[in-house]
């Protein structure tokens, strides 16, 4: 069974930043790639960034490119979202999510290609 907590949300000013935090539990973690969505109020969930199993290859939704970056640490079981001159449109609860199948690829965008999903980490900001 696997297990993802997100932590590093929380209210911010517009062009602020922070950096969010994915733990997984259960192994096999590096063998699968992770994703960032989040979901506004009103809203369906949508894509933010991806990153495949070694890290090599990110991909971002338009919206984020040139400001967020998603990492990994394999050691620690853990990815991450750096998010830098956030925006009021940026406001929205986080989720982590692990990829259905293992595979090299970062291109990742759609909801049903995960089976594994935090419990979400709210982030706000304030204009």
């Known amino acids: 069974q696997v297990q993802l907590a997100e932590s590093g949300g929380g209210l911010v000013q517009a062009g602020g930043s922070l950096r969010l935090s994915c733990a997984a539990s259960g192994r096999a973690f590096s063998l699968f790639a992770m994703g960032w969505f989040r979901q506004a109020p009103g809203k369906e969930r949508e894509f933010v960034a991806a990153i495949n199993w070694t890290g090599s290859n990110t991909y971002y939704a338009d919206s984020v490119k040139g400001r967020f970056t998603i990492s990994r640490d394999n050691a620690k079981n853990t990815v991450y979202l750096q998010m830098n001159s956030l925006k009021p449109e940026d406001t929205a609860v986080y989720y982590c999510?692990?990829?259905?199948?293992?595979?090299?690829?970062?291109?990742?965008?759609?909801?049903?290609?995960?089976?594994?999903w935090g419990q979400g980490t709210q982030v706000t900001v304030s204009s």
């Open positions: 999510g692990r990829a259905r199948r293992p595979t090299s690829s970062a291109r990742l965008v759609e909801n049903s290609e995960y089976d594994y």
